[in-house]
């Protein structure tokens, strides 16, 4: 039997997504055994900074009753002494019955997958693919709706931020429309704009977020980064102008949410939390059994 | 190859080969890129000989190289196609054509080009080959989905 991996939300049907977002709701309402990983050993190889994505691989892990193995940092593992990410992973491969991997490099996950011998899960390579966050993003939506046919505005970095591409691409196999609202020079890359289209996915650009706000089932904001702009006040110009408020969300529909990957810094008013349209601290929650419904994929 | 365009002195431009593989209706101006992608440098040791912009019948121009003891693989043809679709293999054995056949757009490439994301992991020291699948859009990298559509030759490696 092949190795199963997952590195790309690509790599998925719309059966395969369905299925793993009904195994992870079973698991939110505690429908699962606590002893499924016992004995099995997750391999957490860290390349790039990340607190939620680690952290509820580690929980979901630990849920199961499996244990998980890390490097500390880069600074302190081979590849620092400029050992191959291939030579890595096969020695990792011995020592753990799954790996999970962020690197700094697109296609980092996708070399790991051709030199492992257990299976290997992408946390995030570079401005490529983020697949557990698609499903995570995806299962807190199916919390709130139906996803088939939804009308979803993107807000923010679409052109580097990986998760947008991911969610996006998904969103093609459940019809929905995309709204896109960013600042010049952080477009939808135009690659994907393009094979989004061939796939029948209706995108529509929008200059600001007010001219959307009212007819939109899902609000999914990005952060901007600072690094983008030359100086702290071009960004602060244009990041005030991407920036979700109360008084903005007072048009939108009843049922409208609000989701964001996390960390935010500027990009969602701290007064929206506590509004009825605010999912982002759910959607981090749902990491949790996401990603449990993902290690037992390909543990079990 | 071609003939003097005063029709005098009719003859052959490039000596015919004895055994070896005869790259026929390459398209125009390509032929120094079909070199390039079948990895003959100035180090390997063909006998190689080229005729660029040759008059043709069917094609107005077109190229022509030709390989001295060296009959080359389907999957070495089939790379020819990514720049010259129509061109045509002749296999030579004893001055005779024992094989004509025509050249097939290949589903994967690898290592023929170069990824031109820097932030892909196949343009680092990883020992892999470069890898793309071969789709109606273009060359999609099989490591981080850059599609290159346009100018192919340049990403030759």
Redesign the interface.
């Known amino acids: 039997m092949p190795t199963r991996h997952i590195i790309s939300i690509g790599d998925f049907d719309r059966n395969d997504i369905d299925r793993l977002l009904d195994h992870a709701a079973q698991i939110d309402e505690r429908n699962y055994d606590g002893n499924a990983l016992c004995g099995k050993i997750l391999a957490a190889l860290f390349f790039e900074p990340s607190t939620r994505t680690r952290m509820s691989f580690e929980s979901a892990m630990a849920r199961l009753g499996g244990s998980v193995l890390s490097v500390g940092s880069v600074e302190a593992c081979s590849m620092a002494k400029g050992e191959t990410l291939a030579d890595t992973i096969r020695v990792v491969s011995g020592y753990a019955d799954a790996i999970v991997i962020r690197h700094p490099k697109e296609g980092a996950a996708r070399l790991a997958a051709e030199f492992a011998t257990v299976p290997v899960i992408n946390a995030g390579d570079g401005a490529g693919q983020h697949p557990s966050q698609t499903l995570l993003d995806l299962y807190t939506i199916r919390q709130s709706m139906p996803i088939d046919g939804i009308d979803i505005a993107m807000v923010g970095d679409l052109r580097y931020g990986r998760t947008a591409h991911s969610l996006a691409s998904a969103l093609s196999l459940y019809n929905a429309r995309l709204h896109t609202i960013s600042p010049t020079g952080l477009e939808l890359p135009a690659n994907l704009a393009e094979s989004l289209a061939e796939k029948g996915m209706e995108i529509i650009e929008h200059d600001d977020i007010r001219d959307v706000i009212s007819t939109v089932d899902v609000l999914y904001v990005t952060r901007i980064q600072r690094e983008r702009f030359p100086d702290s006040a071009s960004y602060f110009n244009v990041a005030s102008s991407y920036r979700i408020t109360p008084e903005l969300l007072a048009d939108a529909r009843d049922h409208l949410i609000v989701l964001h990957p996390l960390p935010r810094v500027d990009e969602i008013d701290p007064r929206v939390d506590d509004s009825p349209h605010a999912r982002y601290f759910d959607q981090s929650r749902n990491g949790v059994p996401v990603r449990m419904a993902m290690l037992m994929q390909v543990l079990q | 190859m071609n003939a003097s365009a005063s029709g005098e002195n009719e003859g052959l431009l490039v000596r015919r080969i004895k055994n070896g593989t005869v790259i026929d209706h390459i398209d125009a101006g390509e032929a120094l890129n079909v070199v390039k992608i079948l990895g003959i440098t100035g180090t390997t040791q063909e006998a190689l000989s080229i005729a660029t912009n040759v008059p043709s019948r069917n094609m107005g121009k077109k190229d022509i190289v030709k390989l001295s003891n060296r009959e080359l693989s389907k999957e070495e043809v089939d790379r020819i196609a990514l720049i010259s679709p129509r061109a045509t293999i002749n296999i030579i054995r004893n001055f005779k054509v024992c094989e004509k056949k025509g050249v097939e757009i290949p589903t994967l490439i690898e290592g023929v080009v170069r990824c031109p994301?820097p932030?892909?992991?196949?343009n680092?020291?990883?020992?892999?080959r470069t890898k793309f699948r071969v789709l109606p859009?273009g060359l999609h990298?099989?490591?981080?989905?850059?599609?290159i559509n346009r100018d192919i030759t340049g990403h030759i490696i």
């Open positions: 994301n932030g892909c992991i196949s680092t020291h990883e020992p892999i859009g990298c099989c490591y981080c989905d850059w599609v």
